[in-house]
T-cell receptor, first 113, second 110 residues
Framework: KAGVTQTPRYLIKTRGQQVTLSCSPISGHRSVSWYQQTPGQGLQFLFEYFSETQRNKGNFPGRFSGRQFSNSRSEMNVSTLELGDSALYLC????????????FGPGTRLTVL | QKEVEQDPGPLSVPEGAIVSLNCTYSNSAFQYFMWYRQYSRKGPELLMYTYSSGNKEDGRFTAQVDKSSKYISLFIRDSQPSDSATYLCAPSNSGYALNFGKGTSLLVTP
């Protein structure tokens, strides 16, 4: 079974731009979560989507948004990029329940100049 | 105070050593305790998953939870160079990880 895939793997943007990252979960998984990982703050939860609805949200500003499509694929968008948004953005999927094991993708490395 | 504290290391040990990785947390509602391993340029993968207090063993890995002191540990016996990675603890009050430690970088040298 194919794992979680994320595109693109690397991205360079400038301040003020916006960016869209994509995540394809493992086939059959309906829950997709997004995380931001930085050396200073570690791994932080952004939000979770389940059946196209946001089920949980972390403590990030409204510039960070996401959505999930009917095929469970998910996108996250960051508007008005700031230097501090430079990070590894990870997507994780799981079948459905809160106690299901989640599987992470390799991440998208975003650099904001 | 951050909800989860973890010494970032790096921790360097010789092959065959016993490794002890630790985290402390502040939220007494946490009931699920997870350890993830993250290799360079990869996403984290779930290594161990325990519920409530006590020990859980899986091969060379043992996870230990002391809820009274809000302290969680991961022990690796007979460490191997392939264990070189970053280890993240993730206590939770639901079944999935929302709060991660910053991770401890481990290097096992041959």
């Amino acid at each position: 079974k194919a794992g979680v895939t994320q595109t693109p793997r690397y991205l360079i943007k400038t301040r003020g731009q916006q960016v869209t990252l994509s995540c394809s979960p493992i086939s059959g998984h309906r829950s997709v979560s997004w995380y931001q990982q930085t050396p200073g703050q570690g791994l932080q939860f952004l939000f979770e989507y389940f059946s196209e609805t946001q089920r949980n949200k972390g403590n990030f500003p409204g510039r960070f948004s996401g959505r999930q499509f009917s095929n469970s694929r998910s996108e996250m968008n960051v508007s008005t990029l700031e230097l501090g948004d430079s990070a590894l953005y990870l997507c994780a999927s799981k079948p459905r329940g809160s106690t299901d094991t989640q599987y992470f993708g390799p991440g998208t490395r975003l650099t904001v100049l | 105070q951050k909800e989860v504290e973890q010494d970032p290391g790096p921790l360097s040990v010789p092959e065959g050593a016993i490794v002890s990785l630790n985290c402390t947390y502040s939220n007494s509602a946490f009931q699920y305790f997870m350890w993830y391993r993250q290799y360079s340029r990869k996403g984290p993968e779930l290594l161990m998953y325990t519920y409530s207090s006590g020990n859980k063993e899986d091969g060379r890995f043992t996870a230990q939870v002391d809820k009274s002191s809000k302290y969680i540990s991961l022990f690796i016996r007979d460490s191997q160079p392939s264990d070189s990675a970053t280890y993240l603890c993730a206590p939770s009050n639901s079944g999935y990880a929302l709060n991660f430690g910053k991770g401890t970088s481990l290097l096992v040298t041959p």
